[in-house]
C-alpha cells in the first residue's frame, strides 16, 4: 500500500469541496472495497477523505409513503429495518445474499452501489485491463469468461456489476441524492447512476469528480409479491453467475432486473410488458443483444430457469 495523506470531512459539502480541489483523492467510509483495491495497487489514492462523521446513517419516511436511505447506512442496518422488510423485500432480501455478516456490518449503501467490478483481470494487476489501465486491452475477452457479462458489453470491457443491493434498487426506481463540489444538490435516477462500458470502462458512473452520494430515496411501495433470487457458484460469499429481483403483482404484471449480466444492474422495461406470456418470452426480450463468449453463454438458459423459478414461487405464494 503506498502513503496518502487522510482527514475528517466535517460536513457534505466540505468532503465534496475538499476532493475536488486535491488530485488523487478518495472518499472512504465502510472501506470493504477500497481497502483490498488499495493493498493491490489498483487503486493509489494520495488523500482519504472519512466521511463517517457527516450524520449520514438514518433511515427515514418521506412524504409520498417512501423512503430516504443516508448513504452510511450500514447494509446490515437497512436489510434488518422493518419498513424495508415490510415495503421493499427485494431489497432486504438481495442484500442478505451478498457478501458475509462481516461485510455487511461494514459496508455502506453508497459505497455498495461505487464498488467496483470483481472480474478477475482486473484484479491480476499482470493482465491487461482497460478498466484498470485504459488502452491496455481485455484480458477477459480471450481468457476465462465464465463469470463475465453477456449483455451491455463492448470490445473494450465484458465485466459485471458486482452488486446485489444495486439490482434491487434498479427495480424499485430509487433516486440517488448527491453533493457537488460547488455545494449545489441534485437527485439521479438509478437507471442514469452506472454506465456501459463502451470504449471508456474506467468510467463506471455518472457522478462527477468530488461529487458525494448523501442518501437514496425509494418511492411509494409498489406492494405485490417481491424476490431477489441469486445462482451461485456457493451457498455464500460468492457473486452472481445470474441474479433475479422481480416483483409480480396478483395479475401476473410485474417487474423484473438482473444481476451477473451486465456491466450495470440489468433492466429492459419492455420486457416486463411480457410477463404474463412467462419466463421465455421475457428472457428473449430481456437479453435480446445477448453477446455470449463459449464460457458464459449457459448464463441465457439460466436466466431462463432462475426466472421461470421465480414467477412460479409468485404464483403459488398469490395463491395461498
Known amino acids: 500500500m503506498k502513503a496518502f495523506t487522510y482527514e475528517r470531512a466535517t460536513t457534505p459539502a466540505e468532503a465534496a469541496s475538499a476532493a475536488a480541489h486535491a488530485n488523487g483523492t478518495k472518499f472512504i467510509a465502510g472501506g470493504t472495497n477500497l481497502l483490498d483495491l488499495m493493498k493491490l495497487q489498483i487503486e493509489t489514492p494520495t488523500h482519504l477523505i472519512d466521511i463517517n462523521d457527516l450524520g449520514l446513517d438514518r433511515i427515514e419516511p418521506i412524504t409520498g409513503g417512501g423512503l430516504r436511505i443516508g448513504a452510511l447506512v450500514r447494509n446490515t442496518d437497512l436489510a434488518a ?11 432486504s432480501r438481495a442484500l442478505l445474499a ?4 462481516q461485510l455487511r456490518n461494514q459496508a455502506t449503501t453508497a459505497g455498495n452501489l461505487l464498488q467496483r467490478t470483481r472480474c478477475p483481470y482486473f484484479y491480476d494487476t499482470n493482465q491487461p485491463c482497460n478498466k484498470r489501465e485504459p488502452g491496455s486491452g481485455c484480458g477477459a475477452l480471450g481468457g476465462y469468461s465464465r463469470h463475465h457479462a453477456i449483455v451491455g458489453v463492448s470490445d473494450a470491457c465484458i465485466a459485471t456489476h458486482p452488486s446485489d443491493m444495486a439490482v434491487a434498487m434498479r427495480i424499485l426506481d430509487a433516486t440517488v441524492e448527491t453533493v457537488q463540489p460547488n455545494g449545489l444538490t441534485r437527485t439521479i435516477p438509478i437507471v442514469e447512476l452506472h454506465r456501459l462500458p463502451g470504449n471508456t470502462p474506467h468510467i ?6 468530488g461529487e458525494l452520494i448523501t442518501a437514496v430515496t425509494l418511492p411509494k411501495p409498489v406492494g405485490g409479491t417481491q424476490i431477489y433470487r441469486k445462482v451461485r457458484d ?3 460469499y460468492a457473486f452472481a453467475l445470474v441474479s433475479v429481483a422481480a416483483i409480480i403483482q396478483r395479475d401476473g404484471t410485474g417487474r423484473v432486473a438482473l444481476g451477473g449480466v451486465a456491466h450495470k444492474p440489468w433492466r429492459v422495461e419492455a420486457a416486463e410488458r411480457k410477463m404474463p406470456r412467462g419466463a421465455k418470452a421475457v428472457t428473449k426480450e430481456l437479453l435480446s443483444s445477448a453477446r455470449t463468449t463459449h464460457d458464459n453463454a449457459f448464463k441465457v438458459q439460466l436466466v431462463e430457469r432462475t426466472l421461470a423459478s421465480v414467477l412460479n414461487e409468485a404464483l403459488n405464494e398469490t395463491k395461498v
Open 81 to 91: 429495518n422493518e419498513h424495508v422488510r415490510r415495503d421493499y423485500a427485494v431489497l
Open 98 to 101: 451478498g457478501a458475509s455478516g
Open 204 to 209: 463506471e458512473h455518472t457522478l462527477v469528480p
Open 234 to 236: 456457493r451457498a455464500s
